[in-house]
């Protein structure tokens, strides 16, 4: 029996279900095509073993407090170093995971005057910084420099005076689709602009050793980098690079660095680790780049198009319900594939989101290939066509 307190939210509840966008925690089964694990190195014993290493040294599990108080570890420091290294920037900061790093940077880099450009697509964490922010923001099209050019020219002749912020990521997570980083830099450059660029599914895949697809302006003072540790990195925590005084802004001013409990120092053992082996293992990346070109293939010889040039691949459906029994069938059949249904993508792309990962081969590809070419032709599952 519900009390009266709770009636609200069973509603809310029931209002979601009624158009096909509950949501439920399902337990982790089949083949992977659904995690951000990009390098397989959620598994990796190198990783393993760094961590039962630490451990037996005595690191501790917990931080027990803000890294400006008791909770600065050594091996936080060490991973910034590494990190900063590792990605040529001058610094970089740790934070406990993507979204706090995203949300932490926008609520304190930008300021009263600024405006922050957002791509419409970017993730619900920079949009919940946006949100907090104390400048104002906007969206432009996705991926149009253009847009976010004419978006900063409209905010000046309305008598905008700070600075402009265009943020992006490098890599859509939910398309797969790459920005055109050195066009919206050419813009910024032309504001005189920041750019923060989220390289939550770059970060470990592209670029040069895996260190992003803005690798080459890590190091600038217009950019602020994020780098997520829970994909391709396969721990968790991002590390934020960026110039040594916007580094010493955060550690001074940002209240999700100053009022938390630091990441465990078990945690920044683990992405050392990992950043490690995207030097020693170039093969990993080699490796992912082969399938990914295996599975576009592939695609292409069955749909006659392919969806994405990277590691994501989307299956646009359309329609809520249609997405998730689509994806139900393919879990039945053994493949972790999910359905991704507004608001993470916009109303009418409900879509499955295809993740390559060196957790899977070929023969696992063609499977899953096949089955999709199965079901979407027995039944006409995309709303469009
Ligand atoms: C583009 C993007 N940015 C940030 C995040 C948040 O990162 P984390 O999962 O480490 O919180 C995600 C997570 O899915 C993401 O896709």
Not at 26 to 47: K, Q, T
Not at 97 to 111: D, F, M, Q
Not at 338 to 346: D, E, Q
């Amino acid at each position: 029996m519900f009390s009266e307190k709770l009636a609200i939210y069973a509603k809310k509840l029931h209002d979601l279900a009624a158009d096909d966008r509950l949501r439920h925690l399902s337990p982790r089964s089949g083949l992977d095509f659904s995690s951000n694990d990009y390098l397989g190195l959620a598994h990796a014993p190198r990783i393993k073993r760094a961590v039962a290493a630490a451990m037996e040294a005595g690191t501790p599990v917990g931080a027990g407090g803000s890294r400006l108080l008791r909770g600065n570890c050594v091996e936080h420091e060490r991973l910034e170093a590494d990190a900063a290294r590792f990605f040529g920037a001058e610094s970089a900061l740790f934070f406990g995971s993507g979204y706090l790093a995203n949300l932490a940077v926008l609520t304190t880099l930008p300021l009263r005057d600024d405006l922050l450009v957002l791509d419409a697509l970017v993730h619900a964490s920079t949009h919940e910084g946006a949100r907090g922010s104390r400048a104002e923001s906007c969206l432009f099209h996705h991926n149009d420099p253009d847009a976010a050019d004419d978006r900063i020219l409209a905010w000046r002749r309305d008598g905008g005076v700070g600075r402009p912020w265009i943020v992006v990521e490098s890599l859509y997570s939910m398309d797969g689709d790459i920005a055109p980083l050195d066009e919206l830099i050419a813009v910024a450059e032309r504001h005189d602009a920041f750019v923060l660029i989220d390289e939550a599914h770059a970060t470990g895949v592209h670029g040069p050793q895996g260190r992003g697809l803005a690798a080459r302006f890590e190091g600038r003072a217009d950019i602020v980098v994020v780098h997520t540790c829970g994909k391709a990195l396969g721990a968790a925590g991002a590390l934020v690079t960026a110039h040594r005084v916007l580094r010493e802004t955060l550690i001074n001013r940002c209240r999700p660095f100053i009022f938390a409990t630091a990441p465990s120092p078990l945690m920044a053992v683990a992405v050392s680790e990992a950043l490690a082996i995207l030097q020693d293992e170039p093969e990993k990346q080699q490796r992912l780049a082969q399938l990914v070109a295996f599975a576009h293939r592939e695609i292409v010889a069955r749909f006659g198009e392919t969806w994405s040039s990277s590691q994501i691949i989307p299956f646009i459906v359309g329609d809520n319900a249609r997405a998730m029994t689509l994806a139900a069938e393919l879990q039945q059949r053994g493949f972790d594939i999910r359905g991704i249904r507004p608001p993470t993508v916009p109303a009418g792309t409900a879509r499955l989101r295809l993740s390559l990962t060196l957790n899977v081969d070929e023969a696992a590809i063609t499977a899953l290939l096949d089955a999709l070419a199965q079901l979407a032709g027995e039944r006409r599952w995309r709303s469009a066509s």
